[in-house]
C-alpha cells in the first residue's frame, strides 16, 4: 500500500447474517474500487519513479522529493473526492454519449427506411447500390469462400480421419459454412470491399457540400443516397452469401476427395442429408441482418462525417471509413452470437 | 415603398457561445440583385444558409412573398462556394438530377430542359463532361445551371467569386446580371466584392456585429459617413 493512503477497513457483523456477510463483502469491493481510484489519481508519490528517469534528466543524480510521477492526464487539484467526482462525471457523459449516439444511429435507420415513400427513381439508386456490393464483391467472395472451403475439408478430414469418421467431412463442412462462416466471412469481406467505399464516399459528398446542395434542391439525402443502398443490401447480402456456401462447400469437395480421397458420393450424400431448412433459414437471416446494420453502419459513417470532433475534411474522412470497418466488424460477430443464442 | 419578396426579421444564430447573428432585419425586393457585403467571418453565409434552411435559426422569421413557413426553400436555389456539383455525374446529368428527383416530367421533357438550360448557359458542347473536366468557370456556370433548371424565384449566391482572379470575378458578375435579366430570378449575392457590388446590385447591405448595419442604393452606399460603409468604400 502505499504511503498516504487509508484504506477504510470495514469490520465484518460478529454474528451476521448471509445478507450480512454479503453486504459486507460488497462494502468491502467498493472501498477496495475507491482506493484504487484514489491510487491512480494521486498526483504525488514520493520516489515512485518505475522508469528511474529521474536521476538521468536531473543534474546531481538527486531525485525531486515530489512530484516524480509523470500522470497520463492533469489534474485540476489534489482533491480526491473531487477527483472521484471528475472521474465519475466522465463516465456519465460518455455513456449519455453512446446511448445518444445509437439513438441517433436508430433515427438515421428509421429514417432511410421510410424514406422509401418518397425517393424518386429508386431503381435506379437501388441498381446501381446493387453493382457497387454485390458485383464488385463477387470475386472476392468466391475466391475466400473457395479457400475456406478447402481450408476446412483440410483440417475436418484429418480430424475426423482420427475418429475414423472421415466419411463425415461433407456434413462438417456444409454445417459449418451455412450456420456460421458464410454469413460472417460474406459480410466482413462485403464490409472490407463495399462498405469502405460507401463511407468514403457519403463522407466526401459531406465535405464537398453535395449533400447541402441535395437539401437545397430540396432532394432528400437520405432517400438519394441511403436508402436504395440499404435496400440493395437486402438482395444482395443473401445471394452473395449463398454463393460463399455453395462455393465452400465445392472447396471441401476438392481438397476432400480430389487431394485426400475420399468417396465424392458420400461426400454429397453427406452435404444433402446434413444441411435442414433451419440451417439455410438461420444462414439467410443471418445474411440479412448483417447486411442491414453493416451496411447502415457504414452510411451512418460517412453522413456523419462532419461531426467528428478535432478533425475534418480528408482526415475526418478517412477516419470515419476506419470506424465504418472496425464498428461493422465487432456488429457483425456480437449479433452473430445473439442470433445463434437465439436460435440454437 | 419597395415590393418585398423576401423579408428577414430578427434571425439570430449562436453556435456554442459565439453569437453569429444578432437580429438580422433584411428585405430584399423582387427581380432585384442585393449583395450582402461584410467581412471575413461576419456571419455572411451563415445568413445564406440559414435562408436555404442548412441551418436552423436559433430566433427571428422568414417571409417569402409576405407568408412565413418552408414555402420559400421550394422556390430557392443555392449556388455554392464551391459548386457543389456531383463529380461521379456528367455535367447533363447535374444538371437533370433536381428534375428527375422532385418533379414528374418525362425523360424527354427532362433531356430537353437539361439540353436548354445547357445551351443557355454555353455548356451543350460539355454536356457529356465531367466537373473535373471543366474549367472554374464553366463549372461555375454548369452549377448555375442546375439551379436555374428548376426556375427558382431566388437564387442565393455564396461567394461566387470567391478565389477568382478580377478578370474571372467580372465574369461571374456579368453572368448574374445577365441570366437575371433573361430568367426573372431575384438574387442574393453575398460577397467582399465592393468593386463588384457596387457596379452589379440593385441594393447592397452591410453585415457587421451580427447586425444589418446598412440597406439602401449603391448611391445611397457611396455617400454614407457611416464608419464602417467609409471603410468599406475606400477599401475598393
Redesign the interface.
Known amino acids: 500500500m502505499p504511503t498516504g493512503c487509508v484504506a477504510k477497513k470495514i469490520t465484518p457483523y460478529p454474528n451476521g447474517t448471509g445478507r450480512d456477510r454479503i453486504e459486507f463483502q460488497a462494502m468491502n469491493c467498493l472501498a477496495t474500487i475507491i482506493q484504487s481510484l484514489r491510487d491512480a489519481v494521486s498526483p504525488v508519490r514520493p520516489g515512485y519513479d518505475p522508469f528511474g528517469l529521474v536521476p538521468r534528466l536531473r543534474e546531481g543524480n538527486a531525485p525531486r522529493p515530489h512530484a516524480t510521477r509523470h500522470l497520463p492526464f492533469v489534474l485540476p487539484k489534489a482533491n480526491e473526492d473531487a477527483v472521484i467526482t471528475h472521474l465519475l462525471r466522465t463516465v456519465g457523459r460518455r455513456s449519455l454519449a453512446v446511448v445518444a449516439g445509437l439513438g441517433d444511429f436508430a433515427e438515421f435507420v428509421v429514417r432511410a427506411f421510410t424514406a422509401v415513400g418518397h425517393a424518386r427513381q429508386l431503381r435506379k439508386g437501388v441498381a446501381r447500390a446493387i453493382h457497387q456490393q454485390g458485383v464488385r464483391c463477387l470475386l472476392v467472395i468466391t475466391v475466400v469462400s473457395l479457400f475456406s472451403g478447402l481450408v476446412l475439408g483440410l483440417q475436418g478430414y484429418y480430424v475426423l480421419a482420427r475418429f475414423g469418421s472421415a466419411g463425415l467431412l461433407g456434413t462438417f463442412v456444409s454445417l459449418t459454412l451455412t450456420r456460421e462462416l458464410a454469413p460472417v466471412l460474406a459480410t466482413l469481406m462485403i464490409v472490407g470491399q463495399a462498405g469502405s467505399a460507401i463511407a468514403a464516399e457519403i463522407g466526401i459528398y459531406r465535405y464537398s457540400e453535395q449533400i447541402d446542395a441535395l437539401t437545397t434542391m430540396a432532394i432528400d439525402p437520405l432517400g438519394y443516397l441511403i436508402t436504395p443502398r440499404l435496400l440493395a443490401a437486402l438482395l444482395v447480402f443473401p445471394i452473395l452469401t449463398t454463393a460463399f456456401v455453395l462455393m465452400g462447400t465445392f472447396g471441401g469437395y476438392l481438397s476432400g476427395c480430389w487431394l485426400l480421397g475420399l468417396d465424392s458420393g458420400v461426400y454429397w450424400s453427406n452435404v444433402h442429408s446434413a444441411v435442414r431448412f433451419a440451417d439455410v433459414r438461420e444462414c439467410l437471416l443471418k445474411a440479412l441482418v448483417f447486411g442491414i446494420i453493416t451496411i447502415a453502419i457504414c452510411c451512418h459513417s460517412g453522413f456523419t462525417a462532419h461531426r467528428r470532433i478535432g478533425v475534418s475534411g480528408s482526415r475526418a474522412v478517412s477516419i470515419s471509413t476506419t470506424r465504418a470497418v472496425v464498428f461493422s466488424s465487432i456488429a457483425t460477430l456480437a449479433t452473430d452470437y445473439v442470433i445463434t443464442s437465439f436460435l440454437v | 415603398m419597395i415590393a418585398a419578396l423576401l423579408t428577414v426579421t430578427g434571425l439570430r444564430k449562436q453556435f456554442g457561445e459565439h453569437a453569429v447573428l444578432c437580429g438580422v432585419d433584411l428585405v430584399v425586393p423582387r427581380s432585384s440583385i442585393v449583395c450582402v457585403l461584410g467581412r471575413s467571418g461576419a456571419g455572411k453565409s451563415v445568413l445564406l444558409k440559414c435562408l436555404?434552411?442548412?441551418l436552423k435559426p436559433d430566433a427571428g422569421e422568414i417571409r417569402f412573398e409576405g407568408k412565413p413557413g418552408p414555402d420559400f426553400?421550394?422556390q430557392?436555389?443555392?449556388l455554392?462556394q464551391?459548386n457543389?456539383?456531383?463529380?461521379s455525374l456528367t455535367a447533363f446529368e447535374n444538371v437533370a438530377?433536381?428534375l428527375?428527383?422532385?418533379t414528374r416530367q418525362r425523360v424527354d421533357e427532362i433531356k430537353a430542359a437539361v439540353m436548354t438550360a445547357l445551351k443557355n448557359l454555353g455548356l451543350e458542347k460539355f454536356a457529356d463532361y465531367f466537373p473535373a473536366q471543366l474549367s472554374g468557370g464553366m463549372q461555375k456556370r454548369l452549377a448555375l445551371a442546375?439551379v436555374l433548371v428548376?426556375r427558382p424565384s431566388v437564387v442565393l449566391f455564396d461567394e461566387p467569386t470567391a478565389g477568382l482572379d478580377p478578370l474571372a470575378s467580372n465574369a461571374v458578375f456579368s453572368m448574374i446580371k445577365e441570366y437575371r435579366e433573361q430568367f426573372d430570378f431575384t438574387a442574393l449575392v453575398v460577397t467582399h466584392d465592393v468593386t463588384q457590388a457596387l457596379a452589379t446590385a440593385d441594393r447592397l447591405a452591410l453585415l457587421e456585429n451580427g447586425r444589418i448595419q446598412f440597406q439602401g442604393t449603391a448611391a445611397e452606399f457611396l455617400a454614407s459617413d457611416y464608419s464602417v460603409v467609409r471603410s468599406f468604400v475606400n477599401s475598393k
Open positions: 436555404a434552411g442548412l426553400r421550394k430557392c436555389g443555392y455554392f464551391a457543389a456539383l456531383f463529380d438530377l433536381p428527375e428527383q422532385t442546375r428548376t
